[in-house]
């Protein structure tokens, strides 16, 4: 253990907790104001990349949405072969089936009615403070159980947090 760790022992002082907490206090600015120049560095480089290719994007619609009117518009051309093959890639049309639900409640109670449960996600899992709460209360849970204990927490003050 270097000078720089507390060694857990029964001989260590407030003092040395102190001093333990400052160099928390100390590591925790020292990362977030790396972490904040990432950011930063990642947030401009997003920036200019976005601001480079704005045009382009711009541009790309609009492509996209003329070559889509135009397939639409003509779709006898796209019958056999569906798609035109270029030197650039290939266009046309695609069979497109998409499932509109508009009440889950009605298809979900259709389908456990017609034994498609298989069809249905579900997901449960158990709040922890509510189950807390009932434990308190006295109410026993299986499978659940209240353990008590002690943790070393810590807490920094935000003004030590500012000085980034």
């Given at each position: 253990m270097t000078s720089k760790h507390l060694a857990v022992t029964h001989e260590t002082t407030v003092e040395d907790a102190?001093?333990?907490?400052?160099?928390?206090?100390?590591?925790?600015v020292a990362i977030l104001r790396e972490e904040a120049k990432r950011?930063?560095?990642?947030?401009?480089?997003?920036?200019?990349?976005?601001?480079?290719?704005?045009?382009?994007?711009?541009?790309?619609?609009?492509?996209?949405?003329?070559?889509?009117?135009?397939?639409?518009?003509?779709?006898d051309l796209f019958r056999k072969p569906r798609m035109r093959k270029t030197t650039h890639g290939r266009y046309g049309l695609?069979?497109?089936?998409?499932?509109?639900?508009s009440s889950a409640d009605k298809v979900v109670a259709w389908l456990e009615a017609n034994g498609m449960e298989g069809a249905i996600k579900r997901s449960a899992k158990p709040i922890g403070k509510a189950v807390t709460k009932k434990?308190?209360?006295?109410?026993?849970?299986?499978?659940?159980?209240?353990?008590?204990?002690?943790?070393?927490?810590?807490?920094?003050?935000?003004?030590?947090?500012?000085?980034l």
């Amino acid at each position: 253990m270097t000078s720089k760790h507390l060694a857990v022992t029964h001989e260590t002082t407030v003092e040395d907790a102190d001093r333990v907490l400052g160099e928390i206090a100390a590591a925790k600015v020292a990362i977030l104001r790396e972490e904040a120049k990432r950011e930063a560095q990642v947030q401009r480089a997003l920036d200019a990349c976005d601001q480079a290719t704005a045009d382009k994007r711009t541009q790309l619609l609009a492509l996209e949405g003329r070559l889509a009117q135009f397939v639409l518009a003509h779709p006898d051309l796209f019958r056999k072969p569906r798609m035109r093959k270029t030197t650039h890639g290939r266009y046309g049309l695609q069979s497109s089936t998409r499932t509109v639900i508009s009440s889950a409640d009605k298809v979900v109670a259709w389908l456990e009615a017609n034994g498609m449960e298989g069809a249905i996600k579900r997901s449960a899992k158990p709040i922890g403070k509510a189950v807390t709460k009932k434990l308190k209360a006295g109410e026993e849970i299986p499978g659940a159980e209240l353990v008590p204990g002690e943790i070393a927490k810590y807490e920094l003050d935000p003004a030590v947090l500012e000085e980034l």
